[in-house]
């Protein structure tokens, strides 16, 4: 059984580390987790690594974050993964620092790869891991604030919550997604 792990996230130097990219660290970790790397591919770079028998395909897609949908689909059908067995791991600004919560289905939630994805697929049912980077900003600082750097304290904290959603990835495979939901949901 083959799966489909998509971290969302902005290609280059300057959006590294940042918290618009939690999605290509997750994969990141998950990656270095289970002894693999990325490589350039099509739309986006690619690792590929197996967990109890379930076959996983990590894309951090090189399209930006607003065009998300099209690496999105193209890995889809080139894998031949139904959007059942994909999960899409973004920054949500509406959760606490840290916070991983999953939904089988949902709206984009005002977010433009959310978007993207939702509209190349036709629908918004397929699921989706939001991991919160908090909403620690004032009036019109959204852009700066997810575009920005970890605090020191977020720093300190970030590694256990990767590990964290390398485990949920790897049960999401394994047992599942409503199991999953059980297990992880705002932990």
């Known amino acids: 059984m083959k799966f489909l792990l998509v971290g969302l996230g902005n290609p280059g130097a300057e959006y590294e580390r940042t918290r618009h990219n939690i999605g ?32 996983l395909v990590l894309v951090k897609p090189a399209t930006f974050m607003n065009l998300s ?11 031949k993964i139904s959007a059942d067995r994909l999960m899409v791991v973004t920054d949500d600004i509406n959760l606490p620092f840290g916070t991983l919560r999953i939904r089988a289905k949902g709206s984009d939630g005002g977010h433009n790869g959310l978007k993207d994805i939702q509209t190349v697929l036709g629908n918004n049912v397929y699921p989706r891991l939001r991991f919160g980077v908090g909403a620690d900003f004032g009036p ?3 852009v ?7 605090s020191s304290e ?16 790897r ?15 705002n932990t």
Request: glycine residues 8%; proline residues 1%; hydrophobic residues 40%.
């Open 24 to 55: 290509f660290l997750a994969l990141d970790a998950l990656a270095k987790a289970s002894g693999t790397s990325f490589a350039p591919d099509r739309l986006g770079d690619v690792a590929r690594c197996k967990h109890r028998g379930r076959q």
């Open 69 to 79: 949908g099209k690496s999105v689909r193209y890995w889809l059908d080139a894998e």
């Open 140 to 142: 019109g600082r959204q």
């Open 144 to 150: 700066d604030h997810v575009l920005g750097h970890f």
């Open 154 to 169: 977020e720093e300190k904290a970030l590694e256990e919550r990767l590990e964290r959603t390398s485990a949920l990835l």
């Open 171 to 185: 049960s999401f495979a394994f047992i599942g997604l409503e199991r999953t939901m059980n297990t992880f949901n």
